[in-house]
């Protein structure tokens, strides 16, 4: 496979899309055009790469068993509430056994202090926070105004709606405020600024390897799906070639019927709108394929720079192996995200936000069971993640964070936890501050007493997503405007009552860009 | 009967002369022992529509059954039919001693049902049905059990064309749905243990299987108090189910018979005490039966039911269920005390009498069968007869199939933007159907399409199903306010694996192909492709053909010239031509947009 100059890629990928009769039928947000949202002159090709990649974990991550206290107060107050009268070895035993946590010794701890530790799984992540390039920001969690454990048994208080609801606060969590589930996220709304920056015009600034989300929806910039596995494309007819032209005359005479029958959806009047979807989808998905695909072929699975990946699993790697073992999913996904960012100049790319996923968090049951080995899969595919990074000389420019529906309750229902709220994140990259834990941890005290916890089990977060999503934001480069901010709830996020951890829009666990 | 439908041939002309179609009101359809005017279909392409939207796909001699006796006779012999089961045929490879028998056997099952089996509308209706109460396949609980999910599979199809209550009820009680959303071993709160009870069933029959979140008017559009949405529920009213759902253990739980015996609660397993140790988990009967409460009628089932326990601060035990007008309990409020059973019976009438039911499930179903943004009017029309059937029940879902089927909207829909995106299951369905498709090992059918389309029966990837009703495609789709739910799956990835396998499907793996590899190595479903060969030489016999077969005769002239012209294009001298023409169309057609959007 030759190599392909950036030039020649883009120009075969245009020409591709230039020879498909449905050139004309690019959707203008595609098109080579001046934006007005941006407000100023973004000229193309000005800035530095920077690519966020929102990790995010379905079904409401169990964080109060991913940090978790070590000093002999806060461990006796969880041991309380996560063990209770329980046997060790009980299924309704949630408590991690002091003796097995990482010790975390942070140069900034939570403001109410505390010491806290890693569960036993997440090693990589360990050496990450130790090393300064990970960060823990506690209690963050969907709020409409800081709220306390008062005003949220009060009628008539602002709150987020469809509380310790999946489908509702996965979408809240990524949308720009928790006040309404939008359809758009702030992912998708930062690329919807950010997408003209790249002199790729047909690639998607937003690629997802855990299919459709919130997060990357824009009003104009609707995610690139790829899989794990790679990109496809499609047989039988070789369309991504200008005019058509595959091997075969069968597969030329075909592809050029389909085209004209995409064609005939795309234009037709009054047409159909869920045909002109389907065709646009199917256009997009074409080129784009085309064209990420000559680039990542470039920086193959087996390259000795993945490997990072198995060893971090404990997985054998073999040099120039095609069979090597499969790894758990985030690895997977994120292996990709790492080809792509690999192929950034090839792709001529300035700008990226990734999207990356994997389910299972939702331990209401066989919490034991199933929760270590969904940290272990986080833990080990982010630390390898990183590593491959610095391999790549992107680390300073690759910020990733994880999200969550919510945490879970301090209860437990007898062998697993229900829906909570606040819940502790993860930031990983070269420019976060790390070896810190930013805000307040929470108090795990019995319910009586416990001044953080509302209804049965759930933690009032110290931290809005607007927040922790504004400082990501930030070292993106975004400015927030007073016309159409992102954040628009940003403003009440302020030292009102004294009630967030850390008032304002910038957590400040990202150094300046 | 033959002169009565002339005769009434002549009726509906006049009806046409006078009223649009759409001015009729549905309701007369039901009225019994009077033949109707809208009594048809009047076409074999009408036949052929109806085919698409209340079967798994028409083959030719169902339209031409459909044609010849009119929808009401079809019904009469779609309720009739006997109904296909899953659970028989996965025992009888068990007990036949294949042990290689999980999900892939269940999958295999329902493939042979779907497409041999008569029953086709109630399939149809058990598919939807499993879209709406979901249990799956992806999880930890339930991979490994192949038999109980077809046992939850066939109690849908039982309940297809059954009472709404019933089946909310079996739904409930099937170990299947305890496992899943963990209603199984809930148990009351315990201080000393530090529990409370489990809230996921009480927010998923809630949301997903009854009401959703906010109150509706019947058409479905949502109710508002100073121009806001109305929650359904609180949670105080989850906190109040989760309390009675509590107590409920596998069918096979040995009552204990002293004190602290809680090992019984915590062990019960599946297999009954009757039953051989060495008996397959798979046949445990514990994964087959309804649920029961743990010690029913001992002093050990307060041990675990939370009776006389409950989250109201006054009365005491007290649990907060759904308030609606003229509900029961008096003010939603349950009283403490009761058994398990009992206390479930009432709150499960409590679900289901609420006036949000007829419309929040109406609107789903039609989604499944029709259109994806069916009008309020339609929604209207259907949650009617839900909420009374017309003799008084409430409920009954073979009327309100029936309705969905036959409302105008359905029938005759002028909307621009009208029908859905094709779910990918009900594509490949559908070639298979036309085209005869078999295995060349009799009732195995291996497919595994969760991989290529996202798509696999009882195997979405969570409670929510492969895709949200209220999903809207971000761009023009929302901007018109439609909802596209089955777009969600359409995303780059499975568009192109899709187009991939329908290739595969056509060009390579049909009955007769020397070229396929031996049975023993690969045993795909093969399709017909030689059997048309007849008239695959005339262009636009078979374009109009397959018009027919696989688009209900909806093509555009447009589409037809195009694929007529591409035909022409193609040789014509043998049985080899011919069949590439077959497979030229038929990949092209469902391939295309006209295809892929069901209208």
Same mark, same amino acid.
């Given at each position: ?12 990928? !245009?020409?591709?899309?230039?020879? =498909? ?76 056994? /002091? ?59 602002? !709150? ?47 690629? =997802? ?10 009003? !104009? ?63 997009? =998905? ?91 899969? /986080? ?63 929470? =108090? ?70 | ?184 071993? #809930? ?168 006036? #949000? ?30 909420? #009374? ?36 299951? &009900? ?30 029966? &009882? ?82 016999? &078979? ?57």
């Amino acid at each position: 496979m030759s190599y392909l100059k950036r030039r020649e890629l883009l120009q075969r990928s !245009l020409m591709a899309a230039a020879g =498909s009769t449905a050139f004309g039928l690019l959707p203008a947000k595609l098109a080579l055009a001046q934006s007005t949202l941006t407000g100023g002159t973004l000229l193309r090709g000005s800035l530095n790469y920077k690519a966020l990649v929102c990790i995010y974990l379905y079904g409401g991550n169990d964080s109060i068993n991913m940090v978790i206290p070590r000093d002999t107060a806060g461990y006796d107050a969880y041991r309380l509430r996560r063990q209770g009268n329980a046997l060790p070895g009980d299924a309704s035993n949630l408590a991690v056994p /002091l003796a097995s946590l990482l010790p975390l010794n942070p140069s900034q701890g939570p403001v109410n202090g505390g010491q806290y530790g890693l569960h036993p799984a997440m090693t990589g992540v360990k050496a990450m926070f130790d090393a300064g390039r990970c960060a823990v920001v506690a209690n963050v969690g969907t709020l409409v105004r800081p709220t306390t454990k008062a005003m949220f048994e009060l009628p008539g208080t602002l !709150l987020p709606p469809e509380l310790f609801s999946h489908s509702d606060q996965s979408v809240l969590w990524q949308t720009p405020a928790s006040d309404v589930s939008a359809r758009t996220g702030w992912g998708g709304r930062l690329a919807d600024i950010y997408r003209l920056e790249n002199p790729n015009q047909v690639l998607s600034m937003n690629v =997802s390897l855990a299919g459709d989300n919130v997060f990357q929806s824009g009003r !104009l910039v609707a995610p690139y799906f790829m899989n794990s596995q790679g990109v496809e494309q499609i047989d039988a007819i070789q369309t991504a070639q200008a005019n058509c032209m595959p091997t075969g005359e069968w597969n030329r005479r075909r592809c050029l019927t389909f085209r004209a029958l995409q064609n005939l959806g795309a234009t037709a009047t009054p047409g159909h709108a869920f045909e002109r979807a389907y065709v646009e989808k199917t256009q997009r =998905s074409i080129s784009t394929a085309a064209q990420v695909a000559s680039a990542i072929i470039l920086h193959p699975a087996n390259d000795v720079k993945f490997r990072p990946f198995w060893d971090a699993f404990g997985l054998t790697w073999t040099a120039n192996s095609t069979n090597l073992p499969a790894l758990p999913e985030l690895a997977r996904q994120l292996l990709m995200v790492a080809r792509v960012i690999a192929s950034r100049e090839t792709l001529d790319m300035r700008r990226q936000l990734f999207f990356a996923g994997i389910g299972g968090f939702d331990t209401h049951d066989d919490q034991n069971a199933n929760h270590p080995a969904l940290l272990r899969d /986080l833990s080990q595919s982010v630390s390898a993640f990183y590593q491959v990074l610095t391999t790549l000389d992107a680390a300073e420019s690759v910020t990733s964070f994880t999200a969550s529906d919510f945490n879970r309750t301090i209860t437990n229902n007898g062998d697993g936890t229900d829906h909570g709220w606040g819940s502790h994140q993860l930031v990983f990259g070269a420019r976060v501050n790390g070896n810190r834990i930013y805000g307040r941890m929470p =108090s795990l005290a019995p319910r009586a007493s416990n001044p953080d916890e509302v209804g049965y089990g759930q933690i009032v977060p110290t931290l809005s997503t607007d927040q922790y999503a504004h400082t990501l934001a930030k070292w993106y480069g975004y400015v927030q405007p007073n016309v159409e901010p992102i954040f628009y709830n940003l403003q009440y996020m302020d030292n009102t009552g004294g009630i967030l951890s850390i008032p304002g829009p910038d957590l400040g666990f990202m150094q300046p860009a | 009967m033959k002169f009565a439908r002339t005769w009434l041939y002549s009726i509906v002309l006049a009806f046409a002369a006078n009223a649009s179609f759409a001015q009729l009101p549905s309701d007369l359809i039901f009225k019994s022992g009077m033949d109707h005017p809208l009594e048809g279909p009047f076409t074999p392409e009408e036949a052929a529509r109806f085919l698409q939207q209340a079967t798994f796909g028409p083959k030719l001699a169902d339209i031409e059954l459909l044609t010849r006796i009119g929808y009401n006779a079809w019904f009469d012999q779609q309720f009739a039919a006997t109904r296909s089961e899953h659970l028989p045929f996965i025992d009888g490879l068990l007990l036949g001693g294949d042990t290689n028998v999980f999900q892939g056997a269940r999958i295999e099952s329902w493939w042979r049902n779907v497409l041999g089996g008569n029953d086709q509308l109630r399939q149809r209706m058990a598919f939807s049905l499993s879209q709406i109460f979901v249990v799956s396949d992806q999880s930890g609980a339930l991979e490994g059990l192949p038999t109980s999910l077809a046992h939850y599979y066939d109690m849908l199809s039982r309940n297809a064309f059954g009472s709404y209550r019933t089946l909310l009820s079996e739904a409930t009680l099937h170990p299947s749905m305890g496992r899943y959303l963990s209603m199984h071993k #809930n148990r009351k709160p315990d201080a000393v243990l530090n529990i409370q009870p489990d809230q996921n069933y009480a927010r998923e029959i809630m949301q997903l299987f009854s009401i959703g979140l906010v109150r509706l008017n019947t058409d479905g559009t949502r109710m508002l108090s100073a121009g806001q949405p109305i929650p359904t529920y609180n949670t105080d009213t989850i906190r109040g189910f989760a309390h009675v759902f509590t107590g409920w253990n596998y069918s096979t739980c040995v009552t204990p018979t002293g004190p602290n015996q809680t090992w019984h609660w915590d062990w019960c397993g599946t297999r009954a005490q009757a039953d051989p140790e060495s008996q397959d988990y798979r046949l445990h009967r514990g994964w087959r039966e309804p649920m029961r409460p743990f010690g029913e009628g001992s002093v050990y089932e307060a041990v675990y039911h939370s009776s006389v326990e409950g989250p109201m601060a006054s009365p005491t035990g007290a649990k907060q269920l759904l308030i609606y007008p003229g509900v029961s309990p008096a003010n939603g409020v349950l009283p403490s005390g009761g058994t398990a059973r009992a206390n479930m019976n009432i709150a499960l009438d409590n679900v289901a009498n609420h006036p #949000n039911v007829g419309p929040f499930i109406s609107r789903l179903l039609i989604q499944r069968f029709v259109t994806s943004s069916p009008s309020p009017a339609y929604i209207g029309r259907v949650a009617s007869i839900f909420n #009374n059937n017309g003799a008084g029940v409430r409920g009954d879902l073979r009327a309100v199939v029936r309705a969905i089927l036959m409302d105008t909207e359905a029938r005759r829909p002028t909307a621009v933007n009208r029908g859905k995106l094709r779910e990918p299951l &009900l594509r490949l369905s559908q070639l298979y159907r036309a085209f005869d498709a078999a295995s060349r090992v009799p009732d195995r059918f291996n497919e595994y399409t969760d991989y290529w389309m996202a798509q696999a029966p &009882l195997s979405s990837p969570t409670v929510f199903n492969y895709y949200l009703p209220n999903y809207q495609l971000p761009g023009e789709i929302t901007t018109l306010g439609l909802f596209s739910p089955e777009f969600q799956i359409t995303t780059d990835t499975y568009i192109t694996r899709i187009v991939n396998e329908m290739g595969g499907k056509v060009f390579w793996q049909f009955q007769g192909n020397a070229s396929l590899p031996p049975v023993n190595q690969w045993n795909p479903t093969l399709v017909n492709i030689n059997r048309d060969l007849s008239f695959a030489n005339n262009a636009e016999v &078979l374009v109009s053909r397959y018009s027919l077969l696989m688009m209900g005769g909806t093509m555009s002239t447009a589409m037809s010239n195009l694929l007529v012209a591409h035909v022409r294009d193609m040789p014509n001298n043998n049985d080899e031509d011919r069949r590439r023409r077959v497979q030229d169309v038929l990949w092209l057609i469902m391939n295309s947009p006209e295809y892929v959007v069901e209208k």
